[in-house]
């Protein structure tokens, strides 16, 4: 008994004195934690798997980390503002459960490689597949194979990964405020299934080995505020589209932009790549961008069967061309300029189409301004111009086929219009040093005069000009066929017809037909029978009212609706025509007009158009309308095919009420 009495004496005194020693020198209490922990200096060694909540602590910053860590499904890892974690050489934490890293401003969270000359990916990285929260917010991660892999959905900010092989790759949600650069492959490569929609604000992706930002599958990017620079790959690569606005596309490497899914770019500088300014296979909706000092086009639309709009848009000093077009487009508002190649050129696909250029300028390109196949084969492109000015293109202002309106063409150094084209209204072509206007087609009220050596030289025999109404710069017959070339000049090209010239400049005109808004057909049903109650085809001898809204108020100056005719014929037989009133006045140049088709025999068809003229002698014609006329035997009301009750029922209910 007396030696057990001294015995626990002494373990009672060893734990007195040496406990308060251990915890003096830093030596952690096992009962601390779940963790064995060492003391090398000042750093911490981990090396066990976090089984319950725990947190790291910046005094006992840094930790070291040399094995593979997991956070464990029921545990939450929290990691104090300041702190460091160095991996050793092929190590990973693998979140199951959650992590919490929030640092600050002045005290941001650092993971990064033991190493003492650490390359990029000489750890693995962080990876999430967890259950419960994930909080990266003021954390430097480097020198990891992947710096975040987002196998789960989770979002970042106010953070840099810098010097990993690749930057975030996954299911990145959202961030804000994060730079990833120096990267040696891509700098974000996201993907997701199911497909989410991932965004990125305010963020700068540069300097990475490969693309800039990776989109893959069906999911789509939101990207906003942000500049994506100096990447070796292409700065954006989205295979189903997204969004990219208020942001900086400029100096990677590839393309600017690489677009295979529905993509709207907004208000974005995309300039000095190395390839494309925006490579697309799809559909793109282009807005208030500059595209300029791309040394490949400013925009190429590689044969998509979407069409494209470019809006607001500036498009210069690309090293090819400005646009490059392989499907639909629209282009209005634009300024398209001092490309290396052509201004806009369209390139054939399986079955042709057709692009628009309003409101533009085409302007000092070192190319044609806009060009396309002639139709020299079964496939060809139509262009519309409009409003639009082509000038000073050092080779041909318009080269191809199309229709031109309202537009200035003229300064430039070959023909100024060279193909088949209609060229009518307000149109000026002037000063051209190859030739105003070379091949075929309409040249109508517009001027053209001053083209050097010839204002308009015919196509081979026997494709012809038609040139009337127009103003040479003069009224004197001689001087206007000095400036032609024709069949009159060499028996191979075909003729210039251009009698009844103008003696100045152009003035305005209505040009344009009326327009056929809307038309609506009704049964007249007569009394006492409700027309919505009974069966809904007009009925044998039932007259049909047709309605139509007419208008004609484009510019320069309407001239307004002058008569409106309905045409009708039953059964294909012989064509008849009613003139409509005028039931109801919108406005000065719209209005209502109304007339009825005389009643018709039982089961016939009926079929009418609408012929609308202004007080121009423009007019307008309706697509065909068709309805059937119901047979109906005596004494069947409603028009179910049976007399019974019911007809009794109908007559009673609408007995003695006037028919609307």
């Known amino acids: 008994m007396k030696l057990k009495t001294v015995v626990g004496v002494t373990l009672t005194l060893l734990m007195i004195t040496v406990i308060p020693t251990l915890v003096s020198i830093g030596i952690p209490l096992p009962a601390r934690s779940n963790y064995v922990r060492m003391s090398q200096g000042e750093s911490t060694i981990w090396d066990k798997d976090i089984t319950q909540n725990t947190t790291w602590y910046l005094a006992d910053s840094p930790y070291i980390i040399v094995k593979d860590i997991k956070v464990y499904t029921v545990a939450l890892l929290t990691i104090e503002p300041g702190v460091v974690v160095k991996f050793a050489d092929g190590t990973e934490l693998y ?8 640092g600050n401003i002045t005290h941001p969270i650092t993971f990064t490689s033991n190493f003492t000359t650490p390359v990029p990916g000489i750890w693995d990285g962080v990876i999430f597949d967890g259950i419960k929260e994930f909080l990266l917010d003021y954390i430097l991660i480097e020198y990891a194979s992947t710096g975040v892999k987002l196998i789960s959905a989770a979002n970042i900010s106010n953070s840099v990964i810098s010097n990993c092989t690749v930057g975030v790759e ?5 961030a804000v405020n994060l730079t990833v650069t120096d990267n040696s492959a891509d700098g974000l490569s996201l993907s997701s299934s199911p497909p989410i929609e991932m965004r990125i604000t305010k963020s700068v992706i540069s300097n990475n080995g490969r693309n800039g930002i990776t989109v893959i599958g069906n999911s789509t990017i939101d990207m ?28 990677n490497s590839l393309n600017g932009t690489c677009i295979l899914g529905s993509t709207t770019i907004d208000n974005t500088t995309i300039s000095a790549n190395g390839g494309d300014g925006i490579w697309a296979e799809s559909g793109v909706s282009i807005a208030k961008c500059n595209i300029t000092g791309n040394e490949g086009n400013g925009i190429k639309s590689n044969y998509v069967e979407e069409a494209t709009t470019i809006e607001d848009s500036a498009i210069s000093a690309n090293g090819g061309d400005g646009i490059w077009m392989g499907s639909s487009m629209s282009i209005t508002r ?19 189409f057709s692009f628009s250029i309003t409101n533009c300028t085409v302007f000092n390109n070192t190319q044609n301004g806009v060009t396309v196949p002639s139709d020299g084969t079964l496939e060809y492109i139509d262009m519309y111009i409009d409003k639009s000015f082509i000038t000073n293109n050092s080779m041909t202002g318009l080269s191809g086929r199309g229709y031109v309106f309202n537009s200035t063409v003229s300064g430039n150094k070959m023909c100024g219009i060279l193909g088949n084209f209609t060229v009518e209204l307000y149109n000026v072509i002037a000063w051209n040093q190859g030739g105003g206007f070379n091949g075929t087609g309409v040249i109508y009220w517009s001027s053209i005069f001053d083209n050097t050596p010839f204002d308009v030289v015919a196509d081979v025999w026997p494709n012809n000009v038609t040139a009337t109404h127009n103003w040479w710069g003069t009224n004197e017959s001689a001087l206007i066929r000095e400036h032609i070339w024709d069949w009159n000049d060499t028996s191979e090209l075909g003729c210039v017809f251009y009698g009844d010239w103008l003696s100045g400049w152009p003035q305005p005109i209505d040009a344009h037909p009326p327009k056929i808004v809307s038309i609506n057909w009704t049964r007249t049903s007569p009394p006492p029978y409700s027309k919505t109650a009974l069966f809904p085809k007009p009925r044998i001898n039932e007259p049909v009212c047709v309605s139509v809204n007419v208008t004609d108020d484009e510019s320069p100056i309407p001239s307004g609706v002058d008569k409106v005719l309905l045409w009708y014929r039953v059964d294909g037989g012989e064509w008849w025509t009613t003139k409509m009133t005028l039931t ?19 089961n016939s068809t009926v079929e009418f158009f609408i012929q609308a003229y202004d007080k ?30 019911e007809d009794i029922y109908t007559v009673a209910l609408n007995y003695g009420k006037i028919a609307p």
């Open 95 to 102: 979140i199951a459960g959650g992590l919490s890293v929030q």
């Open 616 to 645: 121009a002698g423009n007019s307008n014609t309706s697509s065909i309308y068709t309805y059937d006329v119901k047979w109906l035997q005596p004494g069947d009301i409603n028009g179910d095919g049976i007399v019974d009750i």
């Open 224 to 251: 906003d505020d942000c500049v994506v620079s100096n990447n070796v790959g292409n700065g954006v690569f989205l295979s189903n589209g997204g969004y990219i606005k208020n942001s900086r596309v400029i100096g």
């Open 170 to 174: 996954g299911k990145l949600s959202y």
């Open 584 to 602: 109801m006045m919108y406005n000065a140049t719209s209005g209502n007009w109304t007339t009825i088709i005389p009643p018709q025999p039982g």
């Open 334 to 352: 634009c300024n398209i300029t001092e490309n290396a190649g052509n201004g806009t050129s369209g390139h054939l696909v399986v079955h042709g």
